[in-house]
């Protein structure tokens, strides 16, 4: 593989653009895990995809996903092979995006990272590598794949424990086109973290706006709160901001509820948040019981502030506790 490209973020940290062949990893630079994309359910190995390669090197897909690690899609699109006796790559994980006329299906690309955060406790992660994804026989935009998935791995990248993503690509052209989205982003890439310092992330559901244009108010003249309604444009590329404000800011207020742990979106916050806790610890994550909820077990073990069923006056001493604490 030819090193075509990188931006490094830290002397460690880096993404990467390779040329070369996915099935021909060499030991220098092996990977944890190999990230490719299917149809759902459908390992078919065609003769010009990667599923179609790795078939023809004696590795199959299909059988992986009979005998999964760690089945995700319920959750993320996204499942986890055993390990596998493969030169250089560890473990697969397939990325299956179903089309939803509702949502961006390209942000869809960060259930991936979503997905290896589960993971990270028990698998050790290192290095990932990964094709210009859902750009072969599924036929998303190149352009818009570029976008989202340079910015999402940058994120990630930043803070997880991962030291390098591998972009590989064989295509000339698609090459090209991620050579100049890296320099780029490289480019930007100091202006954004900058512009987009916050000292509170707001995390909640839109159902509960309510409740939050009560933190809104209490604590937006002291601090500078990021609140998706607020800060978002129209026409903004909405995945694009919320992970530049979470990666530049310096806590995060969860507020739970029923309808929060049932949104895509919320779920994508709070791994992001959970991955905050634990590094740093409950000073860097509040969270803000508002309404009854069958929390999951990652959610139920915070030491919240109790203000279930949406009670004002518990809302307000939330807020002044965090006025007296880090004003």
């Known amino acids: 593989m030819q090193l075509i490209s990188e931006l490094k973020i830290s002397d460690n940290k880096s993404l990467q653009l390779f040329k070369g062949d996915l099935t021909q990893i060499p030991y220098d630079q092996k990977v944890d895990f190999l990230v490719l994309s299917a149809f759902p359910d459908n390992y078919l190995p065609t003769t010009t995809s990667l599923i179609g390669a790795l078939y023809r090197k004696g590795l199959s897909v299909e059988k992986l996903a009979q005998e999964k690690e760690l089945d995700l899609r319920a959750y993320s699109h996204c499942w ?27 942000s869809q690309i960060a259930e991936i990272f979503q997905s290896l955060t589960l993971i990270s406790k028990s698998h050790s992660i290192k290095s990932i590598g990964l094709p210009l994804l859902m750009t072969g026989e599924q036929n998303y935009s190149v352009d818009k794949v570029i976008d989202e998935l340079v910015n999402t791995s940058l994120l990630w990248l930043e803070k997880q424990p991962f030291e390098t993503i591998k972009i590989v690509e064989l295509s000339d052209k698609k090459v090209m086109l991620l050579k100049k989205a890296i320099e780029k982003k490289a480019e930007l890439f100091k202006k954004d973290m900058n512009d987009n310092n916050y000292d509170f992330f707001v995390s909640y559901s839109r159902k509960n706006e309510k409740e939050i244009e009560i933190i809104r108010k209490e604590l937006g003249n002291k ?4 609140i998706d309604t607020q800060e978002i444009g129209i026409g903004t590329n909405w ?47 509040l969270p ?15 030491n919240f502030y109790n203000a279930r069923e949406g009670n004002t006056k518990k809302i307000n001493d939330f807020c002044r506790l965090i006025l007296q604490k880090y004003s």
Do not use: H, W
């Open 288 to 302: 803000l019981y508002l309404y009854s909820a069958d929390l999951p077990f990652e959610m139920s073990i915070l």
């Open 80 to 106: 986890i092979s055993k390990e596998i006796s493969y030169p250089n790559i560890k473990r697969i994980l397939c990325f299956e995006p179903k089309p939803d006329p509702f949502a961006n299906p390209y």
């Open 239 to 285: 995945l694009d901001k919320i992970n530049k404000a979470m990666a530049g800011s310096k806590r995060f207020i969860v507020c739970l509820s029923d309808t929060y742990i049932q949104s895509k979106v919320c779920k994508y916050e709070y791994s992001f948040c959970n991955l905050k806790y634990i590094q740093e610890g409950d000073e860097a994550v």
């Open 223 to 226: 601090f500078k709160l990021f």
